[in-house]
Antibody, heavy 122, light 108 residues
Framework: EVQLVESGGGLVQPGGSLRLSCSASGFTFSSYAMHWVRQAPGKGLEYVSA????????YYADSVKGRFTISRDNSKNTLYLQMSSLRAEDTAVYYC???????????????WGQGTLVTVSS | DIQMTQSPSTLSASVGDRVTITCRASQSISSWLAWYQQKPGKAPKLLIYKASSLESGVPSRFSGSGSGTEFTLTISSLQPDDFATYYCQQYNSYPAITFGQGTRLEIK
């Protein structure tokens, strides 16, 4: 059974940093691109970042470019999102998401974690 | 960025009804469209990809159609479990992925 378990969310002050982790199991982690998608309270879904299966390629939405860094450790089956210079508008539930197909990413998301809430407030 | 617009924003329907949700793209996305269902407090669930391909395990009452800029998600006979919010998502311009704003399906 595929499982994605996020951790690391919490309350942080504006300008602060936080690192989210996503522990994956039930599939060959190293074969799949992975993604982060966020959802502000009461709002819709926003695509944040992607990383290729081997970690060699990354992508960031304009809203987080230069402030967030996605990475992965395939030996630990873990995905990360390092967030810095956090702003109030980064407040959201952050979902770790698995790509549908192995190898090259499709941009279709077949498994989602339960999400971790990040609150940026003083 | 490609903009995705869903209509309606809210839809009231009854168990057994046939419902259709529309998603329009600001430019052609071929068939690179997915649909997700989200219930309150839960993560989204993939229903449809490539506009009309049903994800494994999803009931056959869900179907998708369309290409280019206009797409629809149809639920043939609403079940109590189907009341949720539905999102379309384009991946034609991957990795510049965008979602629609969501359609809330509520009980009439």
């Amino acid at each position: 059974e595929v499982q994605l378990v996020e951790s690391g969310g919490g309350l942080v002050q504006p300008g602060g940093s936080l690192r989210l982790s996503c522990s994956a199991s039930g599939f060959t982690f190293s074969s799949y691109a992975m993604h982060w998608v966020r959802q502000a309270p009461g709002k819709g879904l926003e695509y944040v970042s992607a990383i290729s299966s081997n970690g060699g390629s990354t992508y960031y939405a304009d809203s987080v470019k230069g402030r967030f860094t996605i990475s992965r450790d395939n030996s630990k089956n873990t995905l990360y999102l390092q967030m810095s210079s956090l702003r109030a508008e980064d407040t959201a539930v952050y979902y770790c998401v698995k790509d549908h197909d192995s190898g090259a990413s499709t941009g279709v998301f077949d498994y989602w974690g339960q999400g971790t809430l990040v609150t940026v407030s003083s | 960025d490609i903009q995705m617009t869903q209509s309606p924003s809210t839809l009231s329907a009854s168990v057994g009804d046939r419902v259709t949700i529309t998603c329009r793209a600001s430019q052609s996305i071929s068939s690179w469209l997915a649909w997700y269902q989200q219930k309150p407090g839960k993560a989204p669930k993939l229903l449809i990809y490539k506009a009309s391909s049903l994800e494994s395990g999803v009931p056959s009452r869900f179907s998708g159609s369309g290409s280019g800029t206009e797409f629809t998600l149809t639920i043939s006979s609403l079940q109590p479990d189907d009341f949720a919010t539905y999102y379309c998502q384009q991946y034609n311009s991957y990795p510049a992925i965008t979602f629609g704003q969501g359609t809330r399906l509520e009980i009439k």
